[in-house]
Structure formats: structure tokens, C-alpha cells
């Protein structure tokens, strides 16, 4: 035990003396095994006789083997016999990374222009006529059970109030911010899924993986994303271009983000595996992606340089998702494919941070995206949406305040397209 | 004050006072109460379960049965999944379970008219299911580091092919079936569920105590509490109950046998826990969906008991344990506990699947009355059907699903079709407030405010930071067992009599107020809302 202070007042000289006096006044006595033994019989040979004949042995000591491998693997050292070491640099784009050039810079990448203020004009039509005037209190119902009611407690980011820095909070305990989404997406989802008819037409998926690399400018930009969730159909979508925005392209310029590269703020390195994942192999005849669901968790993506993610930033890393999942779709379905495709791929893209939502689409016309002249891909989105305006405990009542069944209707109309 | 206005105080007190008659015609003796040391301790428990069961709002309820422990209380922790070897007896005594063997699983349902439906909803919804089978097959998975990280028995694929096989039977059912559409889907719900189990040996420690004090309390059983913590795959709510699957006739012709397992729990592996003991079926109190329809969980680690053959009684183990839990913290949120019986019956329905091997229970809730004598002496006991553990596919090939089993698909089929009806001539929350159920509905703003913050922190069951004290290990030698310092000032608890872990949770200062937030200016401290 510790000697603290307290313990070493304790006079311990006192009990070694009485143990010594003890086991000094000690008597061997005589125990009854040698007697009982004689009685019934058994033979008692005494211990030294038997031992007298074995030899101590001596342990021979091996010797260490010169290259013993260690217990615990050291990690890898990363130079070039490392065996993911790549000669050439390649430009990772990971599922949490923002470019610091925002929408700008992520248009130049996928060599992608909006034709158009809001989403193509068939989609407008169809959330028109939309009328899911009897879902409104089922989602609410929905947003009150992944942002208030579920029981989940975890530690939540420390709460800051910019006016007050040196203050500190106390911690707050909630739901986290993956789970949070995960939930009211999954329910959007399930009510879409109910509500339409066709509801054996689509199968959402969670977490699939796409790993896409592209060449741009003599650059290698490689993709490694996670499609929270996807909603997978049997056929392909059809164009969402018409004519006339087909034409458009050629009028439209991409942006200029100089003096900024179009790979800036894009993890570099030498150690990556250049490969084609696509959500889902071809065994399953449902392999196209119809609307991919990915979200905005505050504390997964965050800037490099520790500023305040920007609305741009966000809708960038929207538009780089669904332009991802659509080369991944072209490239199983055409192969490896260098100009133009056989006929646009389009992937309609949701992004959420549950309450602020980001309706966009992608359409990948070609895959030559060098240069700013030529065939370009399309690019529609809206702006930005609100849910509603607060859902929490307010003065200890669960409140939702402020829905927008807006939401709802965009959400409607892209999951049953 | 004078002596004669004392006298006046005296016969104005006497005047208000003296209305009651001080002679009646009959005698009326007070009861004459049992003086035993076990009747006074009786009455005294009751003293504190009636507390408990005219508090009016739910959340000081649950938060009532912590107060008398600021420390938690010691109970036996059950895992979702950490199946014991041979602990069937086990999990049966301490659920009062009667697991029903002469009736099988789908019979119940023939009874009730939903076999006939079944078929042609079969054939409608059997091919969806195939190519969500074979779909979650062929998917490339990210890393899940997002959602909370289970270990070994992490079960990626067989999780989602439920949740894939549950989105279709919805999807395709909700049209005609509109409980489908309005039922609450919960994805690995947070299942915190505690009740008390007496008739249990005790251990020897307090047997050791008992000796000494020579109270005539040796050898008679304790009562033991019980914490399970679960994480189901998926769990159906509903607004309303569905219906029992036996009624009160029917459960005495069934020869109901509870199997007794008096033993310690820590016979079987199982450890302790100190912790305020939670009930949490999912959600928080307020969300309207508070009935159960049905619930998945894993049953991965089944595939990994080579060593010791209880293939036939670990699923029941895990069934029985979790159904009886979820029932239990539902029922908790109607304003019943461990102390106060349910009045109605409340039956789920359990899957336990890892993807490929399915095995469907149903279990009805007659009784959670446990504590002390009622481990026994309890008339009803709850009832489990279930079935034996069956194969919906051999495997995938070539895309296609090999040796796909109808009649698995059949039962889960029941399941979802089972519809839920209103209970009429029952009351269903008996204990709670008329009005004022909720925290919620409290109309005194800083009271709700307050009990909101402490009852989840309460529930979050974060570590304290300070511990409570311990003995050291020189003091036991040196202070308790051989009293060598007869000098020392006699300052620490146990050298005064008090013992640490029973501190009650509002032995506390409350917290301290700033001048300027203070409403009155003397009052220094919050007022504190404890039940």
C-alpha cells in the first residue's frame, strides 16, 4: 500500500518484533499423514531419496533470432518501399473534405455549369402538382423523434458564444450529429417509400463506398466518398437537359478562381490505391443510383484552416458528390469511357445537416474535362432550404418551430422521379 | 410573553382544535400492526413505493426510485447479447417467464384471422425481398466509424438486410395497412430497463454481517436488482397496444411452471454494476408511439458457442430477457415500476436474426412484480412463445437468393400484420396525473426548466467527479481489523458511523446563484425541485 503521511506515523517495528517472537516460539508439530499412510497400507518413501539421483539441469539459453519481429507491428514508414507509394502525387478528395474556393472551384473540377436559376423545368412541374398535404404531421412527427426524442446521450461539441470567449459552458449531452441525420433520413425515406406508389421501384442503401479517380489538366484527382444513403433503381434516370439548355452550355463559361489552382485545399500524397468502387456490383439488378442522401455532420467537416464552413463550401462538396457517383455510374456502365457518354448519366443529390437542405442534381454529359471549351456536365440547385427553424427543448417542452413543408415537397419529388 | 395571554393563546388553540368528539359509541382500535422485524421493514419499504406511486409526473417517478443513492445503486448488468451458458433457468426466474410449448408460435396468429391474409400479400412482397437480399450482398460498404462501434459481433450485412427487409414490408404494406404507416421506426434504440428480483441466496459477505448482529435475518434471500442494457437492431412503435395473446382464463389452463434459480447471478459470469438505475424503451417520455409492435436484435454470437451446445436455449435467453425489458420500460413510462404491477397486459413481438437464420417470440407482459416475497408468491406469470431457429436462404449466386424458406417469410409477415387496436375499459396510465403527465406539462416554468436539466443528467449517468470515499486499505488493517491507533482524532466516516454509498442523491449543496441573476438577494443557493 501507498506510505502516505498518515501511514508512516504507524510504528511498524513493533509487529515485525512480535513476528519475530511468534515464528521464534514456534513448534514444528507432528502432523498425522506418516500414521495414516503405515495404517492403510501405502508405502512412504522419503523425498530425498527420489530426488537424489535427478540432476539439476541447466536452461540453456536460445539465442535471439537477429531479425525478431516485433510483438506490437511498428507502423509503416512511410517512403517509397512502402507498398501503397505511388511516384506520381495524387489529389485525395475525401467524403469531409470542403474546397476553399466553394462552389466556384468545384465547377471547374467537374467542368460543370448551371444552365439554370433552380432545379430543370419537368421537376419544377412535378413539385407543383405535388400534394402531400396528409405526410406534413408524420414528418413532423419525424423530426421531433431523431432531434428530441431519441435517448441517445453522447458528449456534444462545447458551445460557444462569440460575444463571451472566455466563457465556458457546461457540456452539453445529446444526439450526435451522425445519428441525428441517419435517423431523419431514414424516416424521410421510409414516408416517401410508403406514400408512392411505385414503392418497389427504388431500395435505399447505407454508407456505400465510391472510389473514383479522374485525370484533369495532367492532374490525378482521386475520390474517396461515402454515400450516406442511396436510393438505387433498376434503370437509369433519363436527362433532365432539354434542348434548349443543351445548347446553353456552350454560352455559359466555367468560373475563374485565379490565382487559386483548381486542386487547392485537396489532400496531397503519394500513398493511395487508384481504383474504381462503385456502391454496388453488377449481381444485383439494382445497380443505378437514382438520389444519393449525404450529409453535412458539423463535426466531421471542418476547414483546414479552421474558419467557419462557408453555404458555398457545402454546396461545392454537393455537387462533387453527385459528380462522383456519376462517373462511378458511367464507368460501370460503359467502362473505362474518355469523351463523351453514350447518354448522360444524372444523379439526383440531397444534402442535410438536419434542418438546412441542399436539393441539387448532377447530369455527366462527358468525361474530357480538360480545358473550358467543349461539352460540359450540368449542374441545378436550390437554394438553400429550412426545415424549420428550431426543434429542441425549449423551457423543458419538446417544440418544433417554424416547418417548411417546402421541404418536404422537394424531398417528395426527388425520391419518386 | 404574560402569563395571561399565554392562557388566551392557549384557549384560542383549544376553540379551533377541540371539534373532533372525544367519545364514540363503538370503540374504534387503531390496526394492530406486526411488530416482527420483517413487518416493520415492509412497512417501511411501502412507505417509500407509495411515494413513488402518487408522484403524478413521469419523469419524477423514474427519478425517485435513484434518490436514496447518490451513488447509484449496486445491480447485476445485463448485456444485450452476453448470453451466459445455461442461464435459461436463470433468465426465466428473474422475468417470471413461462415459456409455452403446447402452443406453437403461428397458431396464435390463425386465431386471430391473419394467416388468411398472409398469402396473397406473400407472393406480392416475396420477390422485392429477394433482390433486397441480394442487394445488400453486392454492396461495397465505407468503414462505419459514423454510428457507435459494437466490437466482435458487429453484424454489418444481417443489420441491414433487416433494415432493408422492414423498409419493403412497409413500403409495400402501409397502403392497406395504415398502423404500417404511422408506426415509429426506431434504428438501435438506446433500451435501458430495471426491476428488482427477491428470493435470491445471499452472499456470503452478508452472511458474514448477519452472523454478527444476530438479528435472526440469517439465510432468509435478498432481493437482487437487475440492469439490462440493449441496443436492438431496429423497434416498431405504435400508438396503440396490440392485443394479448392469452387472456386471464386461458393463462391458468396453460400449467404454468416459473423454474427457480435462486443462486447468486455471479454463478453464471455476470458482473456488477454501480449506476442510477435507468428506464429508457428508446425514446424519451413524451413521443405519442409508447406501444410495442415488434423488435430485431442480433444474434451473431450465437454462431460462436461451439463449445458448449445450448443452441435451443441461448436465443430463448436473449428473447426472453429482451422482450421482458422493453415491455418493463414501456410500461414504466405508463406510470408503473417494479413497485406497482401493471394492470393490463402488454405483448410484443421479437426477432433475434443475424441476416441468414431467423427465430420469431412472442411475449406477453402479465406481471412485473418481483421484489422481495413476489418472486414467489406472484399468481400470474408472463408468457413466451417461440420458434426454433429457421433458415430464410441457403446462400446468393450468380445474384439470385438459393433456397429461399417461404414459411420464415410467412411469420415475419404476421408480425408486421398484426394490427394494433384500441384498449377499451382499461385505464391505461392508472398512476400518472390527470393533467399533468409530463415534465412538459408542468405550468410553473423554473420547476420545468430544472426538473428537465436533472432528470436527463440524471438518465446520462455521467461518471461524478468526485468518488465517494473508500476505505484504504492501511486503514482496514491498521483502524478496522486490529485497532492499533487508539490516538488518532476519529474524523473518517466509517470511525463515525456513516456510511458513504448511502448518501442520497440530494445530499448536496444546490448550486450557487450569481448576485446579479438572483431574484431575492439573500438567497444564495437555486431552489431545488427533487421529488
Redesign the interface.
Known sequence: ?RL?H??WK?HLGRMAKKNWKAHGKKVIQESDELKNLEQLGLPVIDINEVVKDMKIVERVKEEEPKDLKHWVEPPPVMNNLHPLYKARQCYMHK?NTVLIGGLDQAKIIAKAVEVKDGLPKMLEEKIEQLNVADMHK?VK?SI??SH??????VKLPKLHDPSRPAWQFPRV?GISD??RN??LC??L???S???SQK??AL???????CVVPIEKEGDLIQFDL?LNMAL?SSVPHEKFSSQEEEENIYKIDLPDIYPLKHTVSCEKTHFYESKD???????????HLHTIIIHH?ETQIKNLHETKVLEGQLVGRCLLHGFAAAVSQARQLFGEVEKELPFPVSIQCIQTDGRLFDFSIFQLNTLDLNGSEGMKNMFWVLPRLELFSLCA?D????TLQGYNPEVLKNFMAFCTH | MSVLRMRCHCVKFIRRFSVLPEYTEKPEYPPILDLSRDAVKKRNDEVWHNKIKNLEILEEKLMEVNMPRYYGWPCIGLYEGKVPYGSLQFAQYITRTFIVTQQELPMLYQAAGIVDLCAPILDHVKNSIKEAIVLEHAVERSPSGELEDNGDDVNELGDAIVHQINRVIISSLSADFPHLQTCQVDHFPRIESFWIVGGIDPPKRLEKIRKTSNNGDLGKPVDVKFQYLGRPIAQLRHELPLQPAAIESEIQKIESNVPEFHYDPRVLGIDKLQRHVTNIPGFWPGDKSEFPLMSFHSSKYLANRSSFDDSEAAPYVHAVLASFAWLQALACYKGFSTFQDVTYPLLTQTVLTDGQYWSFYVYQLNTMLLHSSHATENQKCNLCWGTKKLKLFDKIENGKVVGFNEEVLKILLYFYLNVPHVRSGVELKPYLGVNNRYIADIPEKDKRVWLEKHFKHMYSNRPRKLLADELYHWEKIYKVDHKTRPQEPRRRPFELGQVPLERRYDDHTPAYVRKSERTVKWKKFEKTYYP
Open positions: 500500500m502516505t498518515s501511514l504507524q467524403n408524420l412527427r421531433l423523434a428530441v426524442f431519441d435517448a441517445q446521450q449531452y451522425q445519428r441517419y435517423l431514414e424516416k425515406v421510409q414516408l417509400n410508403s406514400w414503392s418497389s431500395f435505399a442503401v447505407n454508407n456505400g463506398r461515402t438505387l468502387i462503385f456502391p454496388v456490383n453488377k449481381f444485383s439488378k439494382f445497380s455532420n427543448y423551457e423543458g417542452r419538446p
